[in-house]
């Protein structure tokens, strides 16, 4: 007997999530702003709510996927929330989130966050490697796990509401930063005979082979020892910089990604920390 559920909001993540319940065998009962999304779905054997509230009173367990906090309040306007546990997969800041746990509790609610690290294509398709970071309430996560468990992998980061929403946002930093350091490397051959098909192999071994560096950040921030196991020390990497401003100078590209990043290499490098490694711009970053 597979566990009755509701979903609010059917656009083309709330939509592939639909469709992994459905294919698991849960009953799902569905509402979206826009009835055609909701009809599309009934053909494959979704309950259509008429409304929000409707859609809320027909289950215990209820997900969100809204664009946003504030359609997140709009849908909820006028439902009867008692009793329910609400699990929001929609993106927001850790304060909305914290924010959003004490309004449900305030309505008789349970709060489950999450922060989706999927696009739709990898929803419903486990060796895609998806995830979906949880925070908020244990209990709820306990309980439902194999539930929230079927459109992709569940991983719980704490009873914090925002912490869901925290991972998320830091994982996406990091890839936007990555994408940005790409976007220069690009940008570096653009001018010249160079196919970025032959480069972009080279850059994604490159980056995949560099990645686990981040396990030595994490064992220098643990152990405040930021000189343990560095073999780029920082003062040999500012001394490199200009070589790379050069460079970039030579094929007109500008420096505006890569400066910043730098500027406090350069600084923590002037505060006498020649034999770290990068770990000290953290402490410059979050001071
Ligand atoms: P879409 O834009 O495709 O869908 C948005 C959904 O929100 C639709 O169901 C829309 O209804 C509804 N909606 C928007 N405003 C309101 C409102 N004022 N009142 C009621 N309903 C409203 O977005 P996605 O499905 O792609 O994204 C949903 C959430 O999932 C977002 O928070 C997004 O950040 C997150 N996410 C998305 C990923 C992606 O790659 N797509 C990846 C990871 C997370 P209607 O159909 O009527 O417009």
Redesign the pocket.
């Known amino acids: 007997e597979k566990t009755p559920l509701t979903l609010l ?6 939509g592939a999530l639909a469709r992994a319940w459905l294919a698991a065998g849960h009953p799902l009962t569905v509402w ?3 009835p055609a ?1 909701a009809a599309a779905l009934a053909a494959e054997g979704a309950r259509v709510a008429g409304s929000a509230a409707e859609a809320v009173a027909a289950n215990s367990l209820i997900v969100l ?4 906090d ?2 997140v309040d ?2 909820l306007a006028g439902t009867d929330l008692a009793g329910r546990d609400l699990v929001d ?3 927001g800041t850790p304060a909305r989130a914290r924010a959003r746990a004490e309004w449900a509790r305030e309505r008789g609610a349970r709060h489950l966050d999450g922060g ?1 690290m ?3 294509p990898m929803i419903g398709v486990p060796e895609a490697g998806g995830y979906v970071f949880y925070s908020g309430s244990r209990d709820l996560f306990e309980r439902h796990r194999e539930t929230l468990g079927v459109p992709a992998g569940t991983t719980y980061v704490g009873e914090d509401a925002g912490f869901a929403a925290l991972y998320d946002v830091a994982l996406l930093s990091a890839m936007y930063g990555m994408f940005a350091g790409a976007a220069h490397a690009f940008a570096l051959i653009r001018k010249e005979d160079i196919d970025p098909a032959s480069l972009a192999p080279l850059l994604a071994d490159w980056l995949v082979a560099m990645a686990p560096a981040v396990h030595q950040t994490a064992e220098q921030l643990r152990s405040g020892d930021y000189t343990k196991g560095v073999v780029s020390p920082l003062a040999m990497q500012v001394a490199g910089t200009p070589t790379f401003l050069s460079t970039a100078e030579q094929q007109g590209v500008s420096p505006e990604l890569l400066s910043p990043y730098f500027a406090l290499m350069r600084r923590r490098l002037a505060e006498g920390s020649g034999e770290e490694g990068l770990t000290g711009v953290i402490d410059l970053l979050a001071r």
């Open positions: 909001g059917l656009g083309t993540m709330g979206n702003r826009t999304r996927c809204l664009l946003d504030a359609s709009e849908v997969l929609t993106t989706i999927a696009v739709p």
